[in-house]
């Protein structure tokens, strides 16, 4: 998915509809809420964009935050006359790189949510150590109790409503299945060498005990969760909500890999903002131009992170769970627009895996192997 905004498309989506309403629980925390900055990786080396992840590792790459100094840009809005101040950050985060732009909020805006994007990576990362991701992975083998923010509690609950609400084809619990696959570690560091097939474990998301008085998680013997599916829907919603309720910007993109979420006022005073569907086999290929008022989308894929074992197997990281292996599917893609950047990046990934739509009021796109088109609830409605 490309940028946010592109100026010449925003200025010609009057009539735009707003996304849905349907909502997952946001937390109502502030910008800054529970950052840990003695755990913030400003040493961390530059990643290098061009490196090839079907080549594995190189010598001392490491996943991490990598920004690109925030670039502003003087416009007049035509409607109010007035001069709107608007500021952008590229960076690496989460595995994937994110894209903020913030309206008359200034630089100060756009450091403070990348510090709570960077704060989010560092309690839900599966790659990096001592994560509360890792901490209750690691609990697994004891049977313990694990006591997590309320930021990381929620995520996991969500994770779980996600799986009940998509009947299992979201599913958190298919770590095992991605690291047999060869999926071990971030791609910024490529996929290493698959394991032999596990022995997956009758494991289910109603074995997992949940206690909301004390925030803990307690997961069963060879249970582990990966959070990759819906973390990065969950940043964008957390960011976006914090901006929104700091006062301090009139609108926003929060853009991490794809799924994102827009509020407020839109660049060249339009009445939504515009985003470029990338075409799946080529990033830099706009495929289409959809206009959102308020609300989000998200693009999953099985073009992206695809890598090649030493059997010359094609795998990539989108795990049925009902085989633990990677999907078997006919669709390169499938976006989403919901009320929340995470619900789309659920259904996306859910939707891409069942091949059919696993939510009958969210508009989606299925994008094929052969090229074809399939829209689903209106999707062609937010089409410029």
């Known amino acids: ?24 629980r946001v937390d109502n925390v502030g910008l800054g809420h529970e950052l840990e900055p003695d755990r913030r990786r400003a040493d961390v080396d530059a990643v290098h964009t061009g490196h090839d992840p079907a080549k594995g590792p190189q010598p001392g790459a490491r996943s991490g935050a990598c920004a690109v100094g925030i670039t502003r840009v003087a416009t007049a809005d035509p409607v109010s006359r007035q001069l709107t101040m608007e500021d ?14 913030v309206l008359d909020g200034g630089p100060d805006s756009l450091e403070r949510a990348r510090a709570r994007i960077e704060d989010l990576e560092l309690r839900w990362s599966r790659f990096l150590p001592d994560t509360e991701l890792d901490r209750l992975n690691r609990a697994a083998r004891t049977g313990s109790p694990t006591a997590l923010s309320a930021v990381t509690f929620d995520l996991v609950v969500s994770a779980i409503d996600a799986w009940r609400d998509t009947d299992g084809l979201f599913d958190p619990t298919i770590l095992p299945a991605l690291v047999a696959a060869g999926y071990d570690r971030s791609f910024d560091q490529g996929p290493g060498p698959t394991s ?13 005990v949940i206690d909301h008085d004390a925030l803990t998680v307690t997961l069963p013997e060879e249970c582990a969760l ?17 901006l929104m309720d700091s006062g301090s910007v009139a609108g926003g993109c929060v853009n991490l890999g794809g799924d994102l979420r827009v509020f407020g006022e839109a660049p060249d005073g339009a009445s939504g903002w515009a985003v470029g569907l990338e075409e799946p086999e080529d990033k830099e290929d706009v495929m289409l131009v959809i206009g959102l008022a308020d609300g989000a989308l998200a693009t999953s894929s099985t073009t992206r992170r695809r890598w090649r074992t030493e059997a010359g197997e094609e795998r990539h990281h989108l795990i049925d769970p009902r085989t633990r292996e990677p999907a078997v599917t006919s669709l390169h893609s499938v976006s989403v627009i919901a009320g929340s950047a995470m619900t789309a990046e659920v259904h996306a990934k ?7 739509p696993t939510d009958d009021a969210l508009p989606m796109l299925f994008v094929h192997a052969d090229g074809s088109r399939h829209t689903y609830n209106e999707f062609e409605a937010y089409v410029w």
Do not use: Y
Not at 88 to 101: E, N
């Open 196 to 208: 032999e097939k596990p022995v997956t474990p009758d494991i289910r998301c109603d074995n997992i």
């Open 1 to 24: 998915m490309r940028q946010c905004s592109r100026r010449g498309w925003a200025d010609r989506l009057s009539g735009r509809r707003r996304a849905g309403t349907r909502e997952q």
């Open 350 to 356: 859910a939707s891409l895996i069942a091949g059919k």
């Open 88 to 101: 952008a950050l590229h960076f690496r985060a989460m595995g994937t790189d994110v894209h903020l732009v």
């Open 226 to 242: 990966d959070l990759g599916g819906i973390g990065k829907g969950r940043a964008a919603d957390l960011v976006a909500d914090e």
